[in-house]
């Protein structure tokens, strides 16, 4: 049980255009959806947090207009980077809670951006 | 001050020994705390959760908490070069918090474990 999913697992694109990265919980509603980042060599930082059907909560210094991210459904939630910059290549990865404790993370989305 | 902090080592056991991996928190109201694995290359993977003092065992795992010295551990026995991995350690936040519901994740601690 608590499987998360992310698609795509990595992707490369140019620079100033946008990618969209979805978060799935299978076989679970999560009310809460988290989106991190993690550069090479570093730990993960909280991006912002999202609940179904409300406007995610950003981390200070994480531009809202810049990560676009949308919880419709209790089991989807998705990342869009815009006008994504070389800068923005790193590794995303969401995780997901069921109302309890415990966050299931997802394999991550590898971005590059060139 | 970092809200937690670990040593990010590297540590590097023999192929059956103890591993002992440590984690510090800065928040003295915190009530639960993670032990996540993360390979390389990978995202993380929970290994463990503890939120009352004392030990948590599960199969070659202890967790260990001491809210009193603010200090949570992670031992692996008989450790596998399979255990090769960085471990984080996480702090979520509690009510009336300013990080309610999140967690906060030390830089990691990378374990190595020779044959």
């Not at chain 2, 915190?30 to 390389?40: D, I, V």
């Amino acid at each position: 049980g608590a499987v998360v999913s992310q698609h795509p697992s990595w992707v490369i694109c140019k620079s100033g255009t946008s990618v969209k990265i979805e978060c799935r919980s299978l076989d679970f509603q999560a009310t809460t959806m988290f989106w991190y980042r993690q550069f090479p060599k570093q730990s993960l930082m909280l991006m912002a947090t999202s609940n179904e059907g409300s406007k995610a909560t950003y981390e200070q210094g994480v531009e809202k207009d810049k990560f676009l991210i949308n919880h419709a459904s209790l089991t989807l939630s998705t990342l869009t980077v815009t006008s994504a910059h070389p800068e923005d290549s790193s590794f995303y990865i969401c995780s997901a809670r069921e109302g309890g404790y415990e966050q299931y993370f997802g394999p991550g989305t590898r971005l590059t951006v060139t | 001050q970092k809200e937690v902090e670990q040593n990010s080592g590297p540590l590097s056991v023999p192929e059956g020994a103890i591993a002992s991996l440590n984690c510090t928190y800065s928040d003295r109201g915190s009530q639960s705390f993670f032990w996540y694995r993360q390979y390389s290359g990978k995202s993380p993977e929970l290994i463990m959760f503890i939120y009352s003092n004392g030990d948590k065992e599960d199969g070659r795992f202890t967790a260990q908490l001491n809210k009193a010295s603010q200090y949570v551990s992670l031992l692996i026995r008989d450790s596998q070069p399979s255990d090769s991995a960085t471990y984080l350690c996480a702090v979520k936040g509690h009510a009336g918090g300013t990080s309610y519901g999140k967690l906060t994740f030390g830089q990691g601690t990378i374990l190595t474990v020779h044959p």
